[in-house]
């Protein structure tokens, strides 16, 4: 089996510190206005490239930048300084979907990913585009079959690229999808003048609609309200599968998504691909796995989607998160005594009890997961701390100052999920 690379979302220094501490094998982000997710996460600016090339290369793993929105003729002059600072600072690849940026990163001799927008379906579009990238990330609407064809004559043909090694294949394998085919959408910036191609959707399919027919009047009953709003994409039932196909990179969709989630999707995937290479993948630890996955943000879970030769006809049925857990901010650390592993936390939001089990999350402290088996209160053991209390628990695991501190609950479903399959009937 060849190694295959996992490649995390990373909107946040804590979604690094995250993805790293799960094993992920690369990262990618985005700075500035120039990326798919400049609405929608909190982003890096052009001073932070340096930093993160820092961080990723003293854990060895690779870093991709995120170019990939349409560019016009007043992006060009920010287009290139954002390609001089990534090559600058020692990014491993730029991933872009405009032929300006691919140009252009291409001319300064940096490494170009061609992003899943370019809507790259057949060979003859790998080969053109293999002549400017060394990666690409083939349209999400593809079949197993279809992207294990590719892969094949890829080898067959010995196609390279632009570096002069074998072209290497990219798909996603979990996450958020667009209903739109790979991504390009048009419906933010015709409702709303923002544009999902700038990075600034707003998100109007996955909101509540009610749909009549202008000729008679007649009201169409929207048995699931959330009719655009398709469900994420899950592989992890047939990873063993994606194996085989031959594709090189398996990407996870989330970069405006939180550091537990990086940490917990990221971990999962590696765990599932260990266990295809030992022989141990079981349908017990799919299982399992799904659970896991299910506990962190998701809108339900298309399994297969596409890649099983299935029609996007499973919509998430509520609004936002579908996690059957959810975490409540409860204070922020103050101190961690190093020595002794002892961490103070001040209660600033809402009191915490032994038994609970935290989140704490910061920049540099990524995440950690904690179950409170002891606490204490002016140097005597509690079992429940109210709101304001200054209070200790020891921590294995290094944290830090200002660091947030989460509890972790089971969700209460607020709305009845209803099916989203076959949505529309006549009132």
């Known amino acids: 089996m060849e190694k295959i690379e996992i490649m995390a979302p990373v909107g946040s220094y804590e979604s690094l510190e995250a993805a790293i501490k799960a094993g992920a094998d690369s990262i990618y982000f985005g700075v500035q206005q120039l990326n798919m997710r400049a609405k929608s996460s909190d982003n890096f600016n052009i001073g932070d490239l340096i930093k993160i090339v820092l961080i990723c290369k003293k854990h060895n793993i690779k870093s991709y930048l995120a170019l990939n929105t349409i560019v016009y003729d007043h992006d060009l002059l920010l287009m290139r300084n954002i390609c001089d600072a990534a090559k600058l600072a020692g990014i491993t690849a730029v991933i872009c979907s405009d032929m300006a940026a691919i140009s252009y990163a291409r001319s300064i001799n940096l490494e170009v990913h061609a992003s899943t927008q370019l809507n790259v379906s057949n060979l003859e579009a790998v080969k053109f585009f293999s002549r400017y990238c060394d990666v690409i990330v083939l349209a999400r609407e593809l ?9 094949k004559k890829i080898k067959k043909e010995k196609i390279k690229g632009a570096s002069g090694k074998l072209l290497k294949i990219e798909i996603f394998v979990h996450g958020a999808l667009c209903v739109a085919i790979s991504g390009k959408c048009y419906m933010s910036l015709a409702t709303q003048n923002s544009s999902a191609n ?18 008679t009047g007649d009201e169409l009953i929207v048995d699931n309200q959330y009719i ?38 990221v971990s999962v995937y590696r765990q599932a691909l260990k266990a295809v290479k030992n022989k141990s993948y079981t349908k017990e630890k799919i299982r399992a796995w799904i659970k896991s996955l299910s506990e962190v943000y998701n809108r339900g879970f298309w399994q297969g989607g596409y890649y099983l030769g299935k029609k996007l006809g499973e919509w998430s049925g509520t609004y936002g998160s579908h996690a059957t857990m959810e975490k409540t901010l409860v204070g922020r650390v103050t101190h961690f005594f190093d020595k002794k592993k002892i961490t103070e936390v001040l209660l600033t939001d809402h009191p915490m009890k032994k038994g609970d089990k935290i989140i704490i999350t910061g920049e540099k402290t990524g995440i950690v997961y904690h179950t409170i088996s002891n606490m204490w209160f002016n140097g005597k053991p509690i079992k429940k701390a109210e709101k304001t209390s200054l209070i200790t628990l020891k921590i294995k695991e290094k944290v830090r100052e200002n660091d947030k501190v989460f509890v972790i609950n089971k969700r209460q479903r607020k709305n009845k999920q209803v099916d989203g399959k076959n949505p529309i009937s006549k009132r």
């Open 143 to 151: 079949t197993l079959k279809q992207i294990e064809d590719i892969c």
């Open 198 to 215: 700038r990075g600034a959707c707003l998100q109007p399919c996955r909101r509540k609609y009610k749909v009549t027919d202008e000729e």
């Open 228 to 265: 655009m709003s398709p469900k994420d994409l899950c592989t992890i039932s047939f990873l063993d599968k994606l194996v085989k196909s031959g594709v090189s990179v398996f990407k996870i969709e989330g970069r405006g998504r939180s550091a537990d989630y990086v940490y917990t999707v």
